[in-house]
């Protein structure tokens, strides 16, 4: 058997540590939207606008760092491959950096701790990149057969429900794990840094990537960043992601504090529990989900499933103004199960497309250069989740909320976080919805290979 068949023949040891990989990305980003806002402006007094401003200011720097690691991973020649080298550093640093984001000295003023926050983003989002870079480009040529591809991103779609559990609940064990919310997070960032650094190390060691195009020649950055702008159905593909995560991740903020200050009349402890609830729930539908796919795999295609998850979208965004009640606390848990859909649906057939691309342009071009379209993919990914939260927070202190733990919230604010919970989303579910009409998707079925 020759080299080319015999690469891509995956174990169950290369499947599982790529595919727990990606909790070296998924963790910092899914415990900073729903811890970063209740510990630095409710437990340590910051404005929410200020804190949501600094998160999106910082992905700025990604816009410099994720095309230049792209293509500095595409020409990269060692012994280990182009990609293993660069997921050690960088599941080490950005570990490292998130642990360091809730060392906040409190006897800093507020805009100290600001100042404090947007450094350690700074230094932690360039150990992500370091990481996050690599690991797409090389679930991108990790083997040669689509089909292994989709099998291994759907693995790693269902895994993404573990790390997922813990996210809604973050929050609810601030309460238990230290004195206060402020020790309590700490305790936490020590303990996620250490499960990022042990998860991303395994994925270099028992992934080697594609070593045959280590003969390739090195490839200039502008000619492999014109390819990738100019390619119709990558700006597509990116647009649907983005719109789709910033419908999600927008309402985050506004989700958290309707549950806290409305639904719970400002009982935190009843509030986190609810919030720990609803994301249990998302996980468990992102654990079944490839497995139901894999079932309805001849009845529906990729845009049929983003047809429905964007409908269950609008289903439970609509039935929030009625489920959302202080007086039945726990109704609000109905819309769970409808919005919860989007995000993994979209992610799966997102990252799948990607790969095929990819495949497409090194068939065109006679190149592999899957760094640079995963470096941004990556970036486009990161700064629309950031930037989404940084709209959703501006959103939350121009409702009227005040931040802090003894602030008492006017009515009138409470009935602007239920408008802007129903209505916010809208513009980009139905951005994304045009766009997936438009995008000529030649998969008949999600888990088949490209013929």
Not at 52 to 77: E, F, K, Q, S, Y
Not at 206 to 223: D, H
Request: contains cysteine.
């Amino acid at each position: 058997m020759d080299k080319a068949k015999t690469f891509g023949e995956l174990g169950i040891w290369q499947i599982l540590t790529y595919s727990t990989g990606y909790w070296t990305i998924l963790l910092p980003a899914g415990i900073l939207i729903y811890l970063v806002l209740p510990i630095y402006s409710i437990a340590l007094g910051v404005d929410a606008a200020l804190v949501g401003t600094l998160l999106a200011l910082t992905r700025l720097w990604d816009a410099v760092t994720d095309p230049v690691m792209g293509i500095v991973t595409d020409n990269t020649r060692t012994r280990w491959g182009r990609r293993r080298p660069y997921l050690f550093a960088g599941a080490i640093l950005s570990a490292t950096f998130f642990a360091m984001i809730w060392f906040v000295p409190v006897s800093l003023t507020s805009f100290g701790k600001a100042c404090y926050l947007f450094f350690m983003l700074i230094l932690m989002y360039t150990g992500t990149t370091i990481f996050l870079v690599p690991y797409i480009a090389l679930g991108n040529e990790i083997s040669y057969n689509s089909d292994v591809r989709a099998r291994v991103i759907a693995c790693r779609t269902a895994l993404m429900a573990i790390p997922t559990l813990l996210f809604p609940w973050s929050y609810k064990l601030c309460f238990y794990l230290g004195r206060n919310e402020v020790e309590a997070s700490r305790n936490m960032g020590l303990m996620i840094g250490l499960l990022m650094i042990v998860t991303g190390c395994l994925c270099a060691v028992f992934n080697k990537g594609n070593l045959a195009t280590l003969r390739q020649e090195k490839l200039r950055f502008g000619e492999s960043f014109k390819a990738a702008i100019t390619n119709r159905s990558f700006l597509m593909l990116m647009g649907i992601y983005v719109f789709t995560l910033a419908s999600i991740v927008v309402v985050t903020p506004i989700f958290m504090c309707l549950i806290i200050y409305y639904v719970c009349q400002g009982y935190r402890e009843l509030g986190a529990k609810i919030i720990g609830i609803h994301g249990t729930i998302g996980a468990f539908i992102m654990f079944f989900l490839p497995v139901l796919i894999k079932f309805l795999n001849v009845k529906i295609n990729n845009k049929g499933l983003l047809y429905l998850a964007m409908g269950l979208w609008l289903l439970g965004v609509a039935i929030s103004w009625w489920v959302f009640n202080p007086n039945y606390p726990y109704a609000c848990l109905i819309t769970s199960f409808f919005i919860s859909v989007l995000y993994p649906i979209s992610c799966l057939v997102s990252y799948l497309i990607l790969a095929d691309i990819c495949d497409d342009d090194s068939v065109k071009n006679k190149t592999k250069r899957e760094g640079i379209y995963s470096s941004m993919f990556g970036f486009i990914e990161k700064a629309s989740f950031t930037i989404a939260i940084a709209a959703g927070s501006w959103m939350v202190t121009l409702s009227g909320i005040r931040p802090g733990t003894d602030a008492i919230q006017t009515p009138e604010a409470l009935v602007k976080l239920k408008i802007l919970f129903a209505t916010t989303s809208l513009p980009a579910i139905l951005m994304a919805l045009i766009l997936t009409v438009l995008y000529p998707i030649v998969k008949k079925n999600l888990l088949e290979p490209v013929a």
